[in-house]
């Protein structure tokens, strides 16, 4: 079974612009969820998506938006860029609830804000 | 609110030697999910361990194994007999065990060195 896959996975941009990731589960997962890695903060969650509906949501402004298709692939967008958006963004799928309750990680996104 | 600790930042050791990192979290649920995930230089999340709050039985895989201690809130894991492929950053994480949340809380990781 192939794994979760990212898209792409390194990104450069400038202040003020606007950037979308592409994130592909497990076949058969239903649940998506974004985080966020920085020296500074750590792994943080962004959110998280399941049956094209969000679930839940971290702590972070509303440049951070995304959405999930019915074939349960995800995109985030990041509007207007800040230097501080620079990080590794990490996709994770899992099928949900109970015993299923493990996410599996894709590879990430390195974005670099300049 | 949960919150996750791993008061290891960096740990070296020789090969061959064992290791062991540190994992202690907080929260007000009864029940919850445990996790071990390594993160290679490559960067990717790889998951290692889920352990149920309600099953309180240690695991050993391989080289590798677990100690979970509802009392003290800890979740040890201990490499044995390290190899130079155990070079990564580690990182413990708590979940809510409520059905339609999946949120993973992290800690800080710990990075490990094996010296070769």
């Known amino acids: 079974k192939a794994g979760v896959t990212q898209t792409p996975r390194y990104l450069i941009k400038t202040r003020g612009q606007q950037v979308t990731l592409s994130c592909s589960p497990i076949s058969g997962h239903r649940s998506v969820s974004w985080y966020q890695q920085t020296p500074g903060q750590g792994l943080q969650f962004l959110f998280e998506y399941f049956s094209e509906t969000q679930r839940n949501k971290g702590n972070f402004p509303g440049r951070f938006s995304g959405r999930q298709f019915s074939n349960s692939r995800s995109e985030m967008n990041v509007s207007t860029l800040e230097l501080g958006d620079s990080a590794l963004y990490l996709c994770?799928?899992?099928?949900?609830?109970?015993?299923?309750?493990?996410?599996?990680f894709g590879p990430g996104t390195r974005l670099l804000v300049l | 609110a949960q919150k996750v600790t791993q008061a290891q930042t960096e740990i070296s050791v020789v090969e061959k030697e064992d290791v062991t990192l540190d994992c202690v979290y907080e929260t007000r649920d009864t029940t919850y999910y445990l996790f071990w995930y390594k993160q290679p230089p490559s960067g990717e999340l790889v998951f290692l361990i889920r352990r149920n709050s309600f099953d309180e039985q240690n695991e050993i895989s391989g080289r590798y194994s677990w100690n979970f201690q509802k009392s003290t809130s800890s979740f040890n894991f201990t490499i044995t007999a390290s190899q130079v492929v155990d070079s990564a950053v580690y990182f413990c994480?708590?979940?809510?065990?409520?059905?339609?949340?999946?949120?993973?809380?992290f800690g800080t990781g710990t990075r490990l060195t094996i010296i070769p």
């Open positions: 994770a799928s899992s099928l949900s609830g109970g015993e299923r309750k493990t996410q599996y």
């Open positions: 994480a708590l979940s809510r065990f409520t059905f339609g949340n999946e949120k993973l809380t």
